[in-house]
């Protein structure tokens, strides 16, 4: 059952209060670390500073539990999953906004990373700055031969996932590139990640019925109170699209706007960030099972198995 796929894995080390503009500014925010800070804070937008005052709504509480959805059984027999943030019923389900990379002019900044000296994208900064803050003491219970796939093989202009998704309707979950074989691991890819944790990929978004600029109501959408996990916010995946000679174009997920649709866009633009992990295949559960009220709990050791 696809909507019985909860897992309560991990916690979060700090609080997060949104503070959020109101009047001509509605829709703007802010994030701060306390209360006290995003009652005193301001936002700025076109040079006004707007006073946020009391609008200010707490994301999170420090221990508070993350949640996720399990995506798939990865090939090292590991089980891969997708962020869900620290309730099964988030409209928030990402853990920040942000470009896949701040760059755009080049075909290369479809990477996660790129050039021969290994240069992080935007969003690899991203992933990697909250893992440390929040997963680091989880580290043990992670596969690191597990694959995460940055599929640049194509035609210059076209990348493999576009002629996969939109020419021929033909997900795969193989990777045929070590280059693009994202991996803690040497033994199993490329081994340039530095902490295993990486992002959704489009092909996995279409065997979880995902389609090309057609609404996809499934689970990856949905919370448990089915809504939009991520609200009205798109949220980026690994996989390349295109060139077209000025921008490169990585896939995303729309949010309620165009509930699940399958898209892509500039990697310049800011979207939301929703984390992929790999729970190493000899992780056991604790109990739970699976759906959103009792989820599966994972069996802590010293060892992680």
């Known amino acids: 059952n696809a909507t019985d796929n909860w897992v309560k894995f991990g916690s979060v080390s700090s609080d997060i209060v949104r503070g959020y503009g109101t009047s001509e500014f509605d829709g703007m925010y802010e994030?701060?670390?306390?209360?006290?800070?995003?009652?005193?804070?301001?936002?700025?937008?076109?040079?006004?500073?707007?006073?946020?005052?009391?609008?200010?709504?707490?994301?999170?509480?420090?221990?508070?539990?993350?949640?996720?959805?399990?995506?798939?059984?990865?090939?090292?027999?590991?089980?891969?999953?997708?962020?869900?943030?620290?309730?099964?019923?988030?409209?928030?389900?990402?853990?920040?906004?942000?470009?896949?990379n701040e760059k755009?002019?080049?075909?290369?900044?479809?990477?996660?990373?790129?050039?021969?000296?290994?240069?992080n994208s935007t969003i690899k900064n991203t992933i990697d700055t909250w893992y440390k803050n929040n997963l680091t003491n989880y580290t043990k219970y992670l596969s690191t031969t597990a694959i995460y796939c940055n599929d640049r093989t194509g035609d210059g202009t076209y990348f493999g996932a576009y002629t996969r998704l939109i020419t021929n309707k033909t997900p795969t979950y193989d990777c045929t590139d070590t280059n693009d074989k994202f991996t803690v691991d040497t033994s199993?890819?490329?081994?340039?990640?530095?902490?295993?944790?990486?992002?959704?990929?489009?092909?996995?978004?279409?065997?979880?019925?995902?389609?090309?600029e057609n609404n996809a109501q499934t689970w990856y959408y949905y919370?448990?109170?089915?809504?939009?996990?991520?609200?009205?916010?798109?949220?980026w995946l690994l996989s390349p699209n295109s060139w077209d000679g000025s921008y490169a174009y990585v896939f995303y997920v729309y949010g309620s706007s165009n509930p699940g649709s399958l898209d892509y866009y500039r990697v310049n633009d800011i979207n939301g960030v929703r984390p992929a992990v790999s729970l190493k295949s000899c992780v056991?559960?604790?109990?739970?099972?699976?759906?959103?009220?009792?989820p599966y709990t994972i069996e802590e050791t010293s060892s992680g198995c």
């Not at 709504?57 to 993350?66: N, P, R, W």
């Not at 755009?104 to 240069?119: C, E, F, H, L, P």
């Open 284 to 294: 056991k559960t604790s109990g739970g099972d699976g759906s959103a009220s009792t």
């Open 223 to 235: 919370n448990s109170a089915n809504g939009s996990s991520t609200g009205d916010t798109w949220w």
């Open 188 to 212: 199993a890819g490329n081994g340039k990640l530095t902490h295993p944790i990486a992002l959704m990929t489009a092909d996995e978004v279409s065997f979880a019925g995902g389609l090309y």
């Open 104 to 119: 755009y002019n080049d075909s290369k900044y479809v990477g996660y990373m790129y050039d021969s000296n290994g240069t």
């Open 31 to 100: 994030d701060y670390n306390t209360m006290e800070e995003c009652k005193s804070g301001t936002l700025m937008p076109q040079s006004h500073t707007y006073d946020l005052n009391q609008n200010c709504t707490y994301l999170q509480h420090s221990g508070d539990s993350i949640y996720w959805r399990i995506i798939r059984t990865n090939s090292d027999g590991g089980v891969r999953l997708l962020y869900h943030g620290t309730s099964t019923t988030a409209e928030n389900a990402y853990i920040g906004e942000s470009a896949f």
